[in-house]
C-alpha cells in the first residue's frame, strides 16, 4: 500500500504549481528544531555504535577526503531507515508523504533513503540527474531534502536548475551514471538555502550539484525518495538488492566477494 493521499498536510495548489514548473520547491520550518536535534543524535549514536562495521568495503557506507583530516571520513550512510527507528519515522511522517502524494495526485512509496554527513573541508558532488536508466527505476522518483545543518554557500548547500527536469532525462540510456555540464543548462543555479527542519523538494530529472563545505560545521542532511504508487509499488528492497549488484559490477571481480551490506 501507498502513504497518504489525503490529508491536511499536502501541497496547495500555488506550492503544486511551483513545484511542477520549476522542478522543485523549498518549504520551511515542516520540522521542529527539536526533532531535527532528535534525528541527528540518533544518527550520531548509530555512527558511534557500528563504526566498526562503517568501512570501505560496506556498501552501506560511502567516503571521501577532505581537506581536514588525514583519513577519508563518512559522507553518506545509505540506507539508514533501517537502523534508526527515527529515521525510518520521518520517512513515513505525513508531513513528506502527503506533500509527495499530492504531487503525484495518488499515494507514494519509499524508494530510498540516504543520510549526507558532509563534514567540514568535503567536496561537493558534481552536475547530475538521479534518474537512472535501469528498466525498474521509475519516472516518478523525487527527493525530499530535510535539512539537519543549514545548507547555504559556505556549507555547500545543494544547487538545482530550475525548469530543466522540463526535458527529462539528458543523458546517454545506457544504465550508467552521468554527469552533465554546467554550460549545458539554460537556466541559472539556484542554491536551496534551509535551515534545520526545512525542506526541499525535487524531481529526479532536476539537474543538481553541491560544492564544497567551506564552513566550520557540518552540512549535514537526510535525503528522502519516493515513487508514485502506480510506478512500480513499494520497491525500497528491491532498489537496494538492485543498487548493491550494480555497485559490485564496478568492482574488479577478485574484490566483489569482499563486499558486505551491514
Keep these: ?18 513545484y511542477h514548473r520549476e522542478g522543485y520547491i523549498v518549504l520551511n520550518g515542516v520540522f521542529s528544531p527539536e526533532e531535527i ?22 556498501l552501506r557506507v560511502r567516503f571521501k577526503q577532505n581537506a581536514i583530516d588525514v583519513n577519508p571520513v563518512v559522507e553518506v550512510i545509505d540506507p539508514i531507515s533501517d537502523l534508526s527507528a527515527l529515521a525510518k519515522s520521518i520517512c513515513l511522517d505525513q508531513r513528506l508523504t502527503a506533500k509527495v502524494a499530492s504531487i503525484y495526485g495518488e499515494p507514494c512509496c519509499l524508494f530510498k533513503d540516504k543520510y549526507f554527513c ?3 573541508g568535503t567536496d561537493g558532488i558534481p552536475l547530475h540527474q538521479d534518474w537512472i536508466a535501469w528498466p525498474t527505476f521509475p519516472t516518478t522518483f523525487l527527493t525530499v531534502l530535510v535539512a539537519v545543518d543549514p545548507f547555504n554557500q559556505g556549507s555547500g548547500a545543494t544547487k538545482v ?6 526535458q527529462g532525462y ?3 540510456k545506457d544504465g550508467l551514471h552521468h554527469l552533465l555540464k554546467h554550460e549545458e543548462m539554460v537556466s541559472g543555479a539556484i542554491c536551496l538555502n534551509l535551515e534545520p ?9 532536476t539537474p543538481h550539484f553541491s560544492e564544497a563545505n567551506q564552513s ?17 509499488g513499494q520497491q525500497w528492497a528491491s532498489h ?5 549488484e550494480w555497485i559490485r559490477s564496478r568492482y574488479p571481480e577478485e574484490l566483489r566477494s569482499q563486499l558486505e551490506f551491514v
Design 170 to 172: 539528458l543523458s546517454r
Design 118 to 120: 558532509k563534514p567540514p
Design 37 to 58: 536535534d532528535s534525528l541527528a543524535s540518533e544518527v550520531a549514536d548509530v555512527i558511534l555504535q557500528r563504526s566498526h562495521t562503517f568501512h570501505s568495503k560496506n
Design 1 to 18: 500500500m501507498g502513504l497518504e493521499l489525503t490529508s491536511s498536510h499536502g501541497l496547495t495548489e500555488d506550492q503544486l504549481h511551483f
Design 240 to 244: 537496494y538488492s538492485e543498487f548493491h
Design 197 to 205: 527542519g526545512d525542506i526541499a523538494i525535487f524531481s529526479c530529472f
Design 161 to 166: 536548475y530550475p525548469r530543466m527536469h522540463s
Design 216 to 232: 566550520d560545521l557540518g552540512r549535514r542532511g537526510y535525503f528522502v525518495s519516493y515513487n508514485a504508487l502506480s510506478d512500480g
